[in-house]
C-alpha cells in the first residue's frame, strides 16, 4: 500500500517536470521560431526594439557570462581544491567552505543591489560590462567552489597512495594526480556556473545595465537576454512581444547547447578517469 | 640537501646485523592502540620474505612502516629504527619520497593513476627529473617487460589504464614501482583480488623479479607462501613470533603458535 502510494507520488512527481519542461520548450519555440530571423542575430536593435535583432544583448550575454566564468573558475576552483585538501586541518578552509555555503543561499537580485553598491559605486566602475561580470562572479563562485570541493573529495585515497608510494611529494599528488581524476567534475562545475550565469536578470539589472550598442569598452554598459526578454515583453506592443519571444528561445538554445558539451566533454575526460 | 651517502656517513648507529632491511625495535601505534610491538628483524637482500599471520595481525601496518607510508595515517606514531643499507630511514634528515623511491610498494587492490598505460608507468621517473622522452620510452618498455605485460599493451599505451583487466591492472602497477628503480619492492597481498590464473602470473613475476630486488610480500596463503618465500616472518597480534628459512618454518616450526597457525587454527 505505502509502496504504491510512494510509485503514484514518484509517478505525478515526473509527469510535472518533465510536463512543466516540454510545455515551455515547445511554447517558447512555437512563439520565438516565427520571430526568428538570421537579422535577430546580427542585426543591433531599432525603433525601440521593434526592429531589427538581438545583437547586442547576445554578444553582451556572451561577453558578462563568460567574464564572470573565468572571473570566478580562476579564484573558485584552486579555493575548491584548497578545501577539499586541507578543511580537516585549516581553519580558513573550514571557514571558506562555509562562506560558500551561506553565499550560495543568497538570492540574486541581493548580489544585484551589492553588485551595485560595491563596483558600480564603491569602486567606481560604473554601470558597466565590469561591473556586472564581477557581480555575476560573486554569484557563481559558491557553484563553483562547492561542486569542486565535492569533486575532489571524492578522489579515492588509494589513488593517492599510489602516487606518494612512488616518491611523489603532495603537492604532486594535488597538481598531477588528483586533479586529472577530478577534471571532469571541474569541467562540470565550471560550465554549470556559465549556464547559471547566462540565465540571470536580477545581478544585471543595476549592474551592467541595458544599452542597445554591443559594449565597446570594459566600462561600457552592455545588455543580456535575460534583460532583453523581461524589457521587450513589459512592451505594449504585440511586435516587441515576439521578440521577447525569440530572446528567450535564443537563451534557451545557449543554455541547452552548453548543457550538451559540458556532457560530451565530461564523457571524453572521463576516460582516464578511475572509478 | 645532503645525499644518501654522505648521510650514511654520518649516521652513528649502525645496526648490528647483516640484512638489506634491519629493523630494531619497532613500535607502531594508532593513538592508543599498540599495533606493533618491538619488532626486531634483518630482511635478507635479494630473496622473497614472506610475512605471514592471521588478519589485524599487523602485517600491513609492518609493511608500510618500511617504506614510511604509514606516516598518512593519522594519529601514527613509530619509535624505533629501520636500516635500509645501514641508513635509518627514520633519522630527521632523511626525505621520505626519497625512501619511497628506493622502496617501492605495490598494493592489494590494484591502483592505477587516472591516466594513460604509458603515463602510469612514466609517472614515477617523471617526478624524479625525468624529461627524455626517448629515456621514458626506454624506461617505459623495460619496466613493462619486467613486469610481464610489454606484449599484451605495447599496442595500446595511450589507452586508459582503467580498461586492463584486473590482473593485468596489477603488473601495470608492478611496472610503475619498478620503474622508478627501487630496491626493495613491498607487495601486499598482491594477488587477494585477482583470478588463478592472473595469480599464477604474478607469483612467477615474484620468483623472477628476486634476482635483482628484495622482495617482500603478505599473503594469506600459505599455499602461496611455500611457493614463493625463501625467508618467512610469522606475526602475531602485533609480535614477531618466528622468522626463518622458509623450509624451516614450513617443516620444522618451533613456537607453538606458529605450529597451530600452519595447522590453520587460526583464520
Ligand atoms: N588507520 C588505522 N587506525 C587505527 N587502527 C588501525 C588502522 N589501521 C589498522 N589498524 C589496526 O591495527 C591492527 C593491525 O592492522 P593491519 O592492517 O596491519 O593488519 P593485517 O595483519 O594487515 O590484517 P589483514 O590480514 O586483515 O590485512 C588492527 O588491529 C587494526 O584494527
Ligand atoms: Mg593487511
Known sequence: ?275 | MLSSKSLKNLQHSRPSVQGKIVVENLNVYFGKHHVLKNLSIAIPDRQVTAIIGPSGCGKTTFLRSLNRMIELVDGAKVTGKVFLDGLNIYSPKVDSSDIRRRVGMVFQKPNPLPMSIYDNVAFGPRIHGIRNKKVLDKLVEESLKAAGLWDEVKNRLKDPAVSLSGGQQQRLCIARALAVNPEVLLMDEPTASLDPISSAKIESLIRELKRKYTIIVVTHNLQQAMRIADYVVFLFMGELIEHGAADEIFTSPRNTKTIEYLRGAFS
Request: aromatic share 8%.
Open chain 1, 1 to 275: 500500500m505505502e509502496e504504491l502510494l510512494i510509485k503514484l507520488l514518484m509517478a505525478i512527481a515526473t509527469v510535472v517536470v518533465l510536463g512543466f519542461l516540454l510545455v515551455i520548450l515547445v511554447d517558447i519555440a512555437r512563439r520565438g521560431v516565427s520571430a526568428l530571423s538570421l537579422s535577430m542575430l546580427i542585426e543591433l536593435p531599432r525603433n525601440a526594439g521593434r526592429e531589427g535583432g538581438l545583437l547586442n544583448a547576445i554578444v553582451g550575454s556572451l561577453y558578462i557570462s563568460s567574464l564572470a566564468t573565468l572571473f570566478s573558475a580562476s579564484i573558485g576552483v584552486p579555493a575548491g581544491l584548497y578545501i577539499a585538501e586541507f578543511e580537516g586541518k585549516s581553519r580558513i578552509a573550514r571557514a571558506a567552505s562555509f562562506a560558500a555555503e551561506v553565499l550560495s543561499g543568497i538570492p540574486s537580485i541581493v548580489f544585484g543591489v551589492y553588485g551595485f553598491i560595491i563596483f558600480v559605486i564603491m569602486l567606481n566602475m560604473g554601470v558597466s560590462l565590469l561591473a556586472g561580470a564581477l557581480t555575476l562572479a560573486c554569484l557563481e563562485l559558491p557553484i563553483i567552489i562547492k561542486v569542486t570541493e565535492e569533486t575532489v573529495k571524492l578522489v579515492p585515497s588509494h589513488i593517492k597512495e599510489a602516487a606518494l608510494s612512488l616518491g611523489a611529494t603532495r603537492w604532486e599528488v594535488l597538481s598531477k594526480v588528483t586533479i586529472r581524476q577530478a577534471v571532469p567534475g571541474i569541467a562540470t562545475a565550471v560550465l554549470l556556473a556559465f549556464a547559471r550565469g547566462a540565465g540571470e536578470a536580477a545581478p544585471l539589472m543595476f549592474t551592467s545595465g541595458y544599452s542597445n550598442f554591443t559594449p565597446s569598452s570594459l566600462l561600457s554598459p552592455a545588455a543580456n537576454l535575460p534583460l532583453a526578454v523581461y524589457y521587450l515583453i513589459m512592451m505594449p506592443f504585440p511586435e516587441a512581444h515576439m521578440r521577447a519571444y525569440a530572446a528567450a528561445f535564443i537563451l534557451t538554445i545557449m543554455v541547452l547547447s552548453m548543457n550538451w558539451c559540458s556532457r560530451m566533454l565530461f564523457k571524453r575526460w572521463s576516460r582516464y578517469v578511475v572509478k
